[in-house]
């Protein structure tokens, strides 16, 4: 099921930008910051930021008994946490702000 929403996803983003383009109107991306109430790097449990490599300690993680209610508990502090990501995100900029201009840019380039 996510495979297939990634693909609706990426087709779609490609028709919008097909579609914009066609109108002149360009797109610009840029990094914003998302607060997620969640962190889902919860370090002190899955080692995230060892990396991988020789030693072989880096990239393994202790067995955790996700059916014992402590280890459980004790999971839930980092992971409930507030956590930013940075996420990159697409701004569709018009060259004017000014609806008529636009639609008239619009109707000039459909002419062309």
Known sequence: MMTRMYRTLA???YRTSAI???LGIPI???VVTLPIEFN???RKHWGAGQGFGKDAKKGQEPKLDLNDEDTTESMLPDLLE???YEVEVDEFRAKSNDLYEVLI???AKLRS
């Open 82 to 84: 507030m956590h930013d």
């Open 28 to 30: 610009v991306s840029k």
């Open 20 to 22: 914009l383009d066609g």
């Open 40 to 42: 889902v790097f919860g």
């Open 105 to 107: 840019g619009i109707a």
């Open 11 to 13: 087709k779609l983003y």
